[in-house]
């Protein structure tokens, strides 16, 4: 499907009037495209962090902010979060429809093979400092996949040869994110097995030894596999448009992805998940005054914000805590784990949306703010939280990127209006 090119806009500048097309999305969004706005009027538009400004068209994620509604090629997040599996949800957002259950057991039989690292990758675990923080470790590995594979350097490969990459990618992060975990722990790393599905083998190479089995649990496996759906992509967010930028620069995918996983690790972004459950504790500790926080939250003064409340587009309940937070109650529950953390989540939600500071800024909860409970209740260390985000959005970052390497996109390379000094002569 095309936007379509059905209005015009006027702009008078300089006493001079221009005509500027008008493009209407599948989903009625309308954009004012401003492609040969400097070549025509010799004026750029400003806008900074591009809260106004499209970057691209794109057919994969549809999301409405105001009504917080959240689709992945069209298919509503609440039917994939209930019906579909992360990998089948990953070849859908990478190649744009449901795949039949022959390709859905082809591409998964295919990651499951390609797992393993090169030997010589276990190396540069050992160069870390023990404390290294694993989104440090994930994404220096990621960039150093591309080493192994020169051949996904050459820029003007057929697109089809970017399958390998694609499958090397979704087979590989989990293997390198959870040797990450081990290598902080000082644990001798975990093979993955080609017997296991994609969640199980996670769970394994994360929590097995050399010296004991990790009994693995449906109700974790299914809920991993549920909060990676949630997580696997989110349209133009940080993260994906820095895969796109990096990407548009013709660098190979790997390299691509290494900037997403930076990008995703800043707490404004997908580091946000470790900074709830942080903050949350701190709460706690502090004695649980939540009205005292929620006050801190609001002053301008104070640097406290309030983790995992707040979205760029969302000015509703962001769909996705909607989901985790009742899957919340429902994994907590089968596994017999009381969080108080959780109790503390609630009320603060509670406390906060009755305030007129957030309600008035529209500031909801967002995929962070309770995502970080259950990853606790499935033994996952809060340090490894954001490394989990990563893992979801993989597939995401890889479907934004080769939708913006098929469409033939420009070299991304935003203007500036200079308010340095003026011309001025060397001194002396
Ligand atoms: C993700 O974009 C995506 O799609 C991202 C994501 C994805 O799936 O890829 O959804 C994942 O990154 C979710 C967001 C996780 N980050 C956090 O939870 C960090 C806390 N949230 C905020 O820092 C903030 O809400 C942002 C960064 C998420 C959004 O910031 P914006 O859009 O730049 O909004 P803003 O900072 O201009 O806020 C508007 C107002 C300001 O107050 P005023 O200037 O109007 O007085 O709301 C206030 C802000 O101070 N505000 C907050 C707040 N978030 C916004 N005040 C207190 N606590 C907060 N959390």
């Known amino acids: ?226 909060l990676l759906i949630l997580h696997a992509d989110h349209e133009q967010n940080c993260s994906a448009s820095t895969v796109r930028i990096v990407g548009s620069s013709h660098a190979n995918l790997y390299s691509s992805i290494s900037a997403g996983v930076i990008a995703l690790w800043g707490p404004l972004h997908g580091g946000a998940n470790q900074a709830v459950i942080e903050m949350l504790k701190m709460i706690r500790n502090d004695g649980g005054n939540l009205q005292k926080w929620v006050d801190k939250a609001k002053d301008k003064n104070d640097e406290f914000r309030m983790m995992g409340f707040g979205h760029r587009v969302y000015k509703n309940m962001d769909p996705r805590a909607r989901i985790i937070k009742k899957a919340c109650d429902d994994i907590l529950n089968k596994l017999g784990v009381v969080d108080p953390v959780l109790d503390i989540a609630k009320k603060l939600e509670e406390v906060a949306l009755k305030d007129e500071y957030f309600v008035s800024r529209k500031l909801y909860p967002n995929v962070d703010f309770y995502s970080g409970i259950i990853y606790r209740a499935l033994g996952i260390p809060t340090n490894m939280f954001t490394v989990m985000f990563a893992l979801g959005r993989l597939p995401g970052w890889i479907a934004q990127w080769k939708e913006m390497i098929e469409n033939k996109e420009p070299i991304g390379r935003p203007r500036q209006i200079y308010v340095g000094e003026n011309e001025r002569n060397y001194p002396g």
């Open 1 to 226: 499907m095309e936007a379509v090119m059905n209005d015009t806009a006027k702009v008078v500048l300089d006493g001079q009037e221009y005509e500027l097309p008008v493009v209407t999305g599948s989903e009625g969004e309308k954009a004012i495209d401003i492609t040969k706005f400097r070549g025509s009027t010799g004026y750029i538009t400003l806008d900074s962090g591009y809260k106004n400004t499209g970057a691209t068209k794109s057919a994969i994620t549809f999301l409405d902010g105001e009504k917080g509604v959240l689709r992945y090629r069209g298919y509503p997040i609440e039917q994939l979060a209930e019906k579909s599996t992360f990998l089948e949800v990953a070849y859908l957002l990478i190649y744009g429809k449901l795949p039949t259950t022959e390709q859905l057991t082809g591409f998964s039989t295919n990651i499951s093979r390609h797992t393993l690292v090169h030997e010589d990758m276990k190396r540069f675990y050992e160069a870390y400092p023990s404390k290294a923080h694993p989104m440090g470790v994930l994404a220096s590995m990621v960039s150093a996949l591309s080493t192994f594979y020169p051949e996904s350097q050459k820029p003007n490969r057929p697109i089809e040869a970017i399958d390998l990459t694609i499958v090397r990618l979704l087979a590989k992060l989990p293997t390198l994110a959870a040797w990450s975990y081990k290598n902080s722990q000082g644990h001798p790393v975990i093979y993955p097995k080609n017997s296991y599905n994609y969640c199980q083998n996670f769970l394994h190479m994360m929590f097995a030894m050399p010296t004991e089995e990790y009994e693995l649990d449906p109700v974790v496996v299914k809920a991993l596999d549920q």
